[in-house]
């Protein structure tokens, strides 16, 4: 079951730290997302990327920060910024055209919860 | 700004019973429309898209534009449609072609 791996699954975290969730692909996609999963509230977004060295900002960004030097690799920093980092987070892929929607591939997330 | 809506958080059904989970959407362009699916112990994945008109372990969704709507049906529900059903809208076209999620709707199938 590879394809997207995220890790650790899960995480525990004091106050007032940062902390970096990882997320690689092996798909060759060129797009990687973050989600936040919280119940009730389906999936926000936190950032996105489109290709190497560039990412954006998705409706929930503050507190958190990302890089993307790799292809297959975006990690996603937790700062001590974020309010209320207890949740579940989700990464995902996929390989953007200008025609047809390309489906987003899922990785089995992290939970990360602050202590 | 871009909304998904899904009124019901919880559904259960009887096996063999119809189901309907209801997505609502507000877009002012035209969107693509999804369905995601989360089986217990299993990573999200999508189920259908509208733009493919398929009909995915039965299930199908009709996009309705003049009541915005992208409600997921399926004649039979089996005890293995219990899961955790997300819908999903993005721009239809655009570089940014994120998705939006609706909240979701646990659907549980009794037997």
């Known amino acids: 079951d590879g394809g997207i791996t995220q890790s650790p699954k899960y995480l525990f975290r004091k106050e007032g730290q940062n902390v970096t969730l990882s997320c690689e692909q092996n798909l060759n996609h060129d797009a990687m997302y973050w989600y936040r999963q919280d119940p009730g509230q389906g999936l926000r977004l936190i950032y996105y990327?489109?290709?190497?060295?560039?990412?954006q900002k998705g409706d929930i960004a503050e507190g958190y920060s990302v890089s993307r030097e790799k292809k297959e690799s975006f990690p996603l920093t937790v700062t001590s910024a974020q309010k209320n980092p207890t949740a579940f987070y989700l990464c995902?892929?996929?390989?953007?055209?200008?025609?047809?929607?390309?489906?987003?591939?899922f990785g089995p997330g992290t939970r990360l919860t602050v202590l | 700004a871009q909304r998904v809506t899904q009124p019901e958080k919880l559904l259960s059904v009887f096996k063999g019973a119809p189901v309907e989970l209801k997505c609502n959407y507000s877009?002012?362009?035209?969107?693509?429309l999804f369905w995601y699916v989360q089986y217990s112990r299993q990573r999200l994945q999508l189920l259908l898209r509208h733009i493919s008109r398929e009909s995915i372990k039965g299930f199908t969704a009709d996009l309705n534009k003049g009541e915005t709507s992208f409600h997921l049906k399926k004649p039979f529900a089996q005890e293995e449609d219990s899961a955790m059903y997300y819908c999903?809208?993005?721009?239809?076209?655009?570089?940014?072609?994120?998705?939006?999620f609706g909240s979701g709707t646990q659907l549980t199938v009794l037997p």
């Open positions: 990327s489109q290709i190497v060295n560039d990412f």
């Open positions: 995902a892929s996929s390989t953007p055209t200008s025609g047809a929607y390309n489906e987003q591939f």
């Open positions: 999903a809208l993005s721009p239809r076209s655009g570089s940014a072609r994120q998705l939006t």
């Open positions: 877009y002012s362009g035209s969107p693509e």
